[in-house]
């Protein structure tokens, strides 16, 4: 078992020592599951949160009202959170009223998705009672419960589900999905401050391209911060994620990918700190120099400068992707792969024209292909017989 957990178990021990009963929630047991690394570990108990500051000399409150109180162990925290049930989301930021429960399977209940509503016990035993893992198993997103409720309840989940398709390379459930298209405007209603975060989230995962995709797709583009708009059909799944190391060069891919004027009041809706802004900008500087001259590298420093030139090769694999995209495309619109497939030859050709064998049955035969080839001379025996009895030689 993961050394993290092994860690962990002291706190679950402890708190079971004095007669509560507590597990491992969350995150961490999902990524347990799906053989990732794991962040950090939260625990979910029966405990109240007094409770807990009295079993431990080092805790930190951090979220009393809501439950949750920071257990310091060997230099780590851990959130342990009181089982919790949760009223309406009143202002659409949090809950206006939690209760504590006893029960965990009423605590994993509020949790958004079926494989966020995992908890697994000092013995490692897996309490799943959505069905998350089948979910992981068929690579699916479903939240607990019914859709619409659960993101009308709280939209920051929209956001959420867009971050998994990311990190994991999952799809959205069917119904799931319906209800982000039906309940996209929503997000509207989150601050920016937590839009961003989840995006930055999204867009540190390995399959942000999809995930970007799919908030296209369900309308969820329109209502961000800053609507992001492809320049190009296409590009933002295209577009080659993965060679993209830092934040700033993700942003920087989403400005060249979109079709923003401004950098600067774009990066400023998103309400990204400073530092971060003044470094998406440089790179973007350095994006533009198409011949670089020892006075450009001087002047960026050769990490912006890589950033940039690696920015520039994520953008040629879009392009040459797109590239052989729009080839596809285009044959797909050819009716015909070679001459043989036109339903004339040249003795029907000499039979219309009463003409001598000559040249010329050549240069009718070239012209001909090059009209049906670029869509100008629909592909029946009519038309076709038609056309040769007009064509004369130029
Ligand atoms: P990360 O990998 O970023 O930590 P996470 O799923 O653990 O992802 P946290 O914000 O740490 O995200 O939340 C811990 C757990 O709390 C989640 O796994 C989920 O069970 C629950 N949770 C978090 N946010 C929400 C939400 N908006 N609605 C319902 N449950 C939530
Ligand atoms: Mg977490």
């Not at 021990?13 to 597990?23: D, L, Q, T």
């Amino acid at each position: 078992m993961n050394e993290l957990f092994k860690e962990a178990s002291y706190v679950l021990n402890r708190i079971e020592e004095n007669g509560y009963r507590a597990y491992f929630v969350g995150g961490c047991v999902r990524d347990h599951w799906m053989d990732k690394p794991i962040k950090d570990i939260d625990i979910a108990s029966s405990a109240k949160p007094e409770e807990i500051q009295r079993i431990f000399p080092k805790t930190i409150p951090v979220g009393i009202e809501h439950g949750t109180v920071i257990v310091r162990h060997n230099h780590v925290s851990y959130e342990v959170t009181t089982f919790r049930k949760e009223g309406k989301y009143e202002d659409f930021r949090r809950p206006s009223k939690v209760w504590f429960v006893t029960d965990l399977e009423e605590d994993l209940s509020r949790r958004d998705f079926t494989f966020n509503a995992m908890a697994m016990d000092k013995s490692y035993k897996l309490y799943d009672p959505f069905n998350g893992r089948e979910d992981l198993a068929k690579k699916q997103i479903r939240t607990v419960g019914q859709p619409d409720e659960r993101f009308c309840e709280d939209p920051l989940r929209l956001m959420r589900a867009c971050r998994f398709i990311s990190t994991y390379h999952l799809t959205i459930e069917e119904k799931t999905k319906k209800a982000i298209e039906n309940n996209a405007s929503l997000i509207k209603r989150i601050s920016v401050e937590r839009i961003t975060d989840e995006f930055r989230k999204l867009l540190e995962g390995e399959w942000a391209g999809p995930a970007l995709n799919f908030m296209k797709t369900a309308g969820i583009v329109k209502y961000l911060p800053y609507p992001i708009e492809e320049k190009r059909e296409g590009n933002l799944l295209a577009f080659n994620w993965n060679f993209l190391q830092t934040a700033e060069q993700k942003w920087s891919a989403i400005l060249i990918l979109s079709k923003v004027k401004d950098y600067r009041e774009f990066l400023k809706k998103w309400k990204l700190p400073n530092a971060v802004m003044n470094q998406i900008l440089k790179i973007m500087d350095a994006y533009q120099i198409k011949h670089w001259t020892k006075m450009d590298v001087y002047r960026f420093g050769l990490d912006t400068a890589t950033l940039a030139m690696e920015l520039k090769y994520a953008d040629q694999c879009d392009s040459f992707e797109q590239s052989v995209q729009r080839l596809k495309e285009l044959a797909l619109d050819i009716p015909i792969t070679s001459r043989n497939e036109i339903p004339i030859d040249g003795e029907d050709i000499l039979r219309i024209k009463k003409e001598k064998p000559g040249v010329w049955i050549g240069l009718l035969y070239d012209e001909m292909e090059k009209e049906i080839v670029e869509g100008k001379l629909p592909l029946s025996q009519g038309e076709l017989v038609d056309w040769v009895r007009r064509w004369e030689q130029k």
